[in-house]
């Protein structure tokens, strides 16, 4: 059975929800784990072929602001060190369309810009069709670099949401 690692940050909200979701859900058909970001080290990064990554954009804290928890900062330090050639990796973001319609999930985005240069295969994109959104670090011509869910303003479209990207990276992970 194929493993995948579903790593998160910040813990205790819709981000860690939605990584318990997508662990429920993908342990169907995977031998699925997730960890909060301050549990993941290098090690834990070679173990895993298959690797999913979810951040939250908090309000306008920014991916180098300093101020970020430190989940969100124990990734970005695995994600600059590490070599993710032969990883297939996908991302969500959470994020608040209304408070922050110019920002987005832009971490998501920020993070895909660095697995790019770290020779990750990303998978998981999704058609901004039924978002309502001004800029995003995590657009990608018409799509977003994963499952983005603003589950502030959004809510009732979560589910709906990651079912669809599941059935999707579910396909790309077995491949």
């Given at each position: 059975m194929k493993?995948?690692?579903i ?5 205790g909200?819709y ?7 997508l662990?429920m ?9 997730s960890?909060p ?8 990064f070679?173990?895993?072929d ?6 939250a ?17 124990q990734i ?5 060190r590490?070599?993710f050639?032969?990883?297939?990796v996908a991302?969500f973001g959470?994020g608040?369309s209304?408070?922050?319609?110019e920002?987005?999930?832009d971490?998501?985005g920020?993070?895909?810009d660095?697995?790019q240069?770290k020779?990750a295969e ?8 039924d978002?309502?959104?001004k ?8 799509q977003?670099?994963?499952l983005?869910l ?11 949401r990651?079912?669809a990207?599941i059935d999707?990276?579910?396909?790309e992970f077995?491949?």
């Open positions: 493993k995948i690692l790593i998160y940050g910040p813990r909200g981000t860690e929800h939605v990584a318990d979701t662990k859900e993908l342990s169907k058909k995977f031998d699925a784990k960890l970001g301050t549990m993941v080290s290098l090690s834990t070679n173990e895993y298959n690797i999913i990554i979810g951040v954009t908090l309000g306008n804290d920014s991916w180098n602001a300093g101020r970020q928890d430190m989940d969100v900062n970005q330090v695995i994600l600059n590490f070599d050639s032969r990883k297939k991302l959470l608040n209304i408070l922050y319609p920002h987005f999930c971490d998501m920020i993070i895909e660095i697995l240069k020779n990303i998978i998981g994109y999704t058609s901004t069709y978002y309502s959104f800029e995003s670090k995590a657009l990608r011509d018409n977003l670099c994963g983005a603003d589950n502030d303003t959004e809510n009732e479209k979560t589910e709906a990651i079912s990207w999707a990276v579910t396909i077995l491949k």
